[in-house]
Every structure is written in structure tokens, then in C-alpha cells.
């Protein structure tokens, strides 16, 4: 019995040490800039946008997103932590299905994705993606790509490409840069570390990474003939659904978060509302 009981236990640590290898290992990609730097850029970027966006300030949305970020934060894995990063999230009042994390932490996460999304496990997936993006660095590794310009001269190059649209052009043109916009927006490479990452940390963190997969289903359906907004800025890598779904089989949930009812609530609440805007009214509106 005694080693019967030892030979279920080698089994065991051997498939848990396989499961581990099977997990996809990241490498963040070359970056010339110090993690401060990001700090500071995402300082600026946060302050440009918002004075272009529309802040929702509902303490019920805002405390909501906040606790699926805490969640979230802890499970960032200690080889991406940068003790300089500050995690911070607000909800922004658009209708479109997005969010977007700057350099050093700050996150914006649509009223659309929330109203989207099936249950609390889409949205923390893709707050769990854009979390990936600023843990490895990808903002200041594409400027580090571009070899063009310093930091402070390309602040409100960063700002403009965030913001989009007109509000957007009109903060890159005042910027004194040359630096193009396509170096300040993300690669396929890019997106599928993102989505790797997000999908290990939603495990980590007790969500279904399967998730994910489901809410860029959604996503991607949104435009109908168009292509939705979130892909001006997040390019699909190649067969993203069938690769994230592969990679949670991998993956073991770590205290699995159980009903939220908080979802259900927050979106009860947000229906309570006026109507969210669509970022093209949001620029009409401006011209006006």
C-alpha cells in the first residue's frame, strides 16, 4: 500500500509537472526603455485621454471593475511584475466593445464591454488581455521597434493613437513627432502574447480562460459587415480562438470564482442609465 501510494503521487507530480510545460512560455519582446518610462508615458496618455473621453464617474460601475481588477493584479506572474506599475481602472462611457491599458497600468474599460459581456469571465478576460499588454511592456518595445524619437517627444503621439478619431489626429498632428502611428500600435506577435498571458492569468486568478475565446466571438461579431472597433487597434493573429482554447487545456483554474451575482447587478444598474454614446457620435458631437 505504502508504495502504491508513492507511485500515485510520482504520477501526480508528473502531470502536474506537464501540465506546467505545456504552458506556453513568454518572452516579452526587446525593449530600450527603463519601466519608468512607461510610467511616464502612461501618465501623460491617461491625462490627454481623458479630456477626450467621456469618464463615467457611478461609484456602483467604477467600485465593480475595480474588484475584477484586484482580482486580476495578483495573478500577473512575478516575472512580469514591475514595482514601478500602478494598476488602475475606470470605466468610460462609450457604447463601443472596448478597453485599452496604457503604459505603467492606467485601464479604461468600456460601458459596451461591459454590457456585452456574458457573464464576469468574458470581461475579465479581456481586462486580464489588456493587463498582459502593459505587464510586458508592448507599448514602449514597439516605440523601441520604431528607433525614432524619445520618450517626451512622443507623449502626444501615444495620447493621439489611443484617443482615435479626429480628437485623436488633431493630439498626434500638435505632438512635434515623426514618429508614424502604426509603431504605437500593436502587432499580431503582440496580441497572441497578450492573449497567452491573459488567458494563464485568468486561471490563476479562478476564471474560465475559455472565456476569452467566447467574448472575442462576440466581439468580432459586433460590426456586422464592418470590422469592429476593437480591431483598429488589436489586430486578430491567426486562428485565436483555436489557440487560446488549446492553451487553457493546459491550464488548472486556482480557486474558481463562483456565481457574481456583482455582474448581474452592475448591469441592472447600468441599464438604469441614459444610453452609453458610440465613439462616432462622441466626435459629432465635438464638431459641433
Not at 519608468?36 to 481623458?50: N, P, R, S, Y
Not at 475565446?213 to 459586433?222: D, G, K, V
Not at 464592418?226 to 486578430?236: G, I, K, T, V
Request: cysteine-free; hydrophobic content about 40%.
Amino acid at each position: 500500500m505504502r508504495l502504491g501510494r508513492t507511485f500515485v503521487g510520482l504520477a501526480f507530480l508528473v502531470l502536474s509537472l506537464g501540465s506546467a510545460a505545456a504552458q506556453t512560455k513568454i518572452v516579452p519582446p526587446k525593449n530600450s526603455y527603463k519601466p519608468i518610462d512607461d510610467v511616464e508615458l502612461g501618465k501623460k496618455a491617461a491625462a490627454d485621454t481623458e479630456k477626450e473621453m467621456p469618464v463615467l464617474h457611478d461609484e456602483i460601475a467604477t467600485t465593480y471593475v475595480r474588484g475584477v481588477g484586484a482580482r486580476l493584479t495578483p495573478a500577473i506572474p512575478d516575472e512580469f511584475r514591475h514595482p514601478e506599475f500602478e494598476y488602475t481602472f475606470k470605466v468610460v462611457d462609450v457604447k463601443d466593445i472596448n478597453a485599452f491599458a496604457l503604459p505603467g497600468g492606467p485601464m479604461y474599460v468600456h460601458r459596451g464591454l461591459i454590457e456585452a459581456a456574458g457573464n464576469e469571465g468574458e470581461l475579465a478576460g479581456v481586462m486580464a488581455h489588456e493587463m498582459s499588454h502593459v505587464a510586458l511592456r508592448h507599448g514602449t518595445a514597439q516605440m523601441t521597434k520604431a528607433k525614432k524619437g524619445n520618450l517626451f517627444a512622443i507623449l502626444g503621439a501615444a495620447a493621439g493613437v489611443v484617443v482615435g478619431g479626429s480628437a485623436g489626429q488633431a493630439i498626434y498632428e500638435g505632438s512635434q513627432l515623426g514618429v508614424g502611428a502604426v509603431f504605437l500600435r500593436y502587432s499580431r506577435d503582440d496580441e497572441k502574447q497578450a492573449d497567452l498571458l491573459g488567458v494563464q492569468m485568468m486561471a490563476r486568478a479562478g476564471y474560465d480562460p475559455r472565456d476569452l475565446a467566447h467574448m472575442f466571438e462576440t466581439i468580432e461579431q459586433e460590426g456586422g459587415g464592418r470590422p469592429p472597433q476593437w480591431m483598429s487597434d488589436h489586430p486578430n493573429p491567426d486562428n485565436r480562438v483555436g489557440y487560446i482554447q488549446q492553451e487553457a487545456s493546459h491550464l488548472t483554474i486556482e480557486n474558481p470564482v463562483g456565481a457574481t451575482p456583482d455582474f448581474d447587478n452592475v448591469r441592472a444598474h447600468l441599464k438604469t442609465l441614459p444610453p452609453a454614446r458610440t465613439l462616432a457620435e462622441i466626435e459629432k458631437q465635438k464638431k459641433r
